[in-house]
């Protein structure tokens, strides 16, 4: 969590996962997420990838697609290959 205060975009990756499942910590969505968007904004791809993927699951499409792309143009091959798909 050190690395997370200092604001390294792994470990607050890392800490959305753990949140996410439960390991090592009790399961907290709130952290979950803001571990996540803490990662993205750092520039993390993966998690934008991840951030893109639950606004998808909420139906908030078009927020969902600026992720993607964002991602992408980071190089997330995931990201390119969802935005090949959404057209």
Known sequence: TKAAELGDASAHYLLSLLYHD?????????????????AAIAGHPDARYDLAVDEWENERYDRSIKHFIIAANIGHDGSIQALKECY
Request: net charge negative; glycine share 12%.
């Open 22 to 38: 439960g390991l090592g910590v009790e399961k907290d969505e709130k952290k979950e997420l803001y571990h996540l968007v803490e």
